[in-house]
């Protein structure tokens, strides 16, 4: 009668090990599959996706600084990257749309949508500093919404000639304004509970690598090649809050009108948002003139809530021109005298900065003209 051969007395073998006899430890032949996007489905899946990919390749492009990078984006990454761009009708770069509005979850689900409850979901290099520059972004558009929920009171209004109306939601929409200067103020709030605080020299020296693209960048003059997706480099501009759709609404709502260079970049900035954000904006342009509708009601609560729109939305640019200069002008200077001593020395973090964005923001545009023209077209709606 044969006997039952139990585990103990099975031959010894190293195959249940995943080891192999000969490669030992190594793994043979390892795969690199390409991630397959099909069973992403609903929007909000894609969006993740849109963002995971998207800081997988800022890191990949980026992480050996700005000399010698890369030319191409491997087809493990470029081919579901693009997938999921095209049906979201994004580009594949990072885009604010990613790393900030749809880069958060709340801690404690129950527990409130604010600066302690919230964590990011993805980071990029820079510790705590990262968190604080796209938190205090976050809550930007997070005061910015009562501004739009006020868009169709004041269309509506406009429409049916309704001035009591159009009123009350421009009020709303004024209070709003400032509430987002106010959240803008704690990109350098010491003093806040929860670490927002952003340094000026970790977002120069650090972070902002990261959120720069291969567009008008001289570090990537011919930009990048997507692996399997097209032989010839596309060229795409690095995440700006240029692209949050907040502002465009605003000046299109109060009429602003943007000179042709600056007008022409932020218009090139509307393919880097949600089509449908995008959308949005072109509808309201469509709209009645605002502006001609209190001139011609010629009614002083009209115009003096109209007028406070104006001042409030010029406040928001001027402090926002106050952000950037602390944020880039400064630490540039810094890097620069740095380098004009000979001292580039890498304890220096705002040395570790690359030298290609200097003069240039992250969207590319020549930073301080461009935002003190666009700031000074904004008053010229005053009435
Ligand atoms: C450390 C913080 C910030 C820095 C250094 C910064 C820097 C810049 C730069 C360099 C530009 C020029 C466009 C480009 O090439 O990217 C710009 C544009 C812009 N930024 Fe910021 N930014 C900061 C925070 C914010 C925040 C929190 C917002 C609010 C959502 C914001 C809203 C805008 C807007 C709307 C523009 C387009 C110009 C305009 O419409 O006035 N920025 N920013």
């Known amino acids: 009668m ?54 997988m390749t800022m ?5 050996e600084g700005e000399d010698d990078t890369v030319k191409m984006l491997p087809r493990n990454l ?23 509005l749809a880069n958060w979850r709340k801690r404690d689900p129950q527990g409130l949508f604010d600066m302690e409850n919230l964590e990011l979901l993805v980071t990029l290099p820079g510790g705590d500093n990262v968190r604080g520059f796209f938190m205090v972004t976050l809550l930007v558009e997070l005061a910015a919404v009562p501004a739009i929920k006020s868009i169709p009171l004041v269309i509506n209004g406009v429409q049916c000639g309704d001035a009591e109306t159009v009123t009350r939601a421009l ?38 690598i990261y959120l720069s693209g291969w567009k008008d960048n001289s570090s990537m003059p011919a930009g990048l090649v997507y692996e399997g997706v097209q032989a010839e480099p596309m060229e795409y ?3 700006s809050a240029a692209q949050s759709s907040l502002l465009h609404c605003f000046d299109e709502l109060l009429g602003v009108k943007h000179e042709a260079k600056s007008g022409a970049f932020l218009t090139r900035m509307r393919n880097y948002m949600p089509p449908s954000h995008k959308r949005l904006i072109q509808d309201i342009s469509l709209q009645p003139s605002l502006r001609g509708f209190v001139q011609q009601q010629a009614c002083e609560p009209l115009t003096a809530a109209f007028q406070l729109c104006v001042t409030k939305l010029l406040a ?28 580039i020395s890498q304890e220096e973090t705002v040395s570790r900065a690359p030298t290609a964005l200097e003069e240039t923001g992250t969207g590319g545009s020549g930073i301080m003209s461009f935002l003190k023209t666009v700031r000074d077209r904004t008053r010229d709606v005053s009435i």
């Open 171 to 208: 009020e709303e929409f004024s209070q709003a304004m400032q509430g987002m200067t106010d959240a803008l103020k704690l990109m350098h709030d010491v003093s806040y509970v929860v670490p927002v605080y952003v340094k000026p020299e970790v977002f120069y020296g650090i972070m902002r």
């Open 316 to 343: 928001l640019r001027s402090y926002h021109i106050n952000v950037v200069s602390r944020f880039i002008t400064v630490p540039a200077a810094r890097a620069r005298q740095l380098r004009n001593q000979g001292n």
């Open 78 to 100: 470029a081919i579901p990257y693009c997938e999921v761009s095209q049906r979201l009708g994004l580009p594949p770069i990072l885009t604010h749309a990613d790393a900030v």
């Open 59 to 63: 890191g990949y492009v980026w992480q």
């Open 2 to 55: 044969a006997s039952t051969i139990t585990d103990s007395q099975k031959p010894f073998s190293l195959d249940p090990y995943h080891v192999s006899e000969e490669f030992g430890f190594i793994l043979p032949a390892p795969l690199m599959p390409l991630l397959n996007t099909q069973f992403l489905e609903s929007h909000r899946e894609l969006r993740l996706a849109h963002l995971a990919l998207s800081v």
């Open 237 to 239: 501009s690095g995440g």
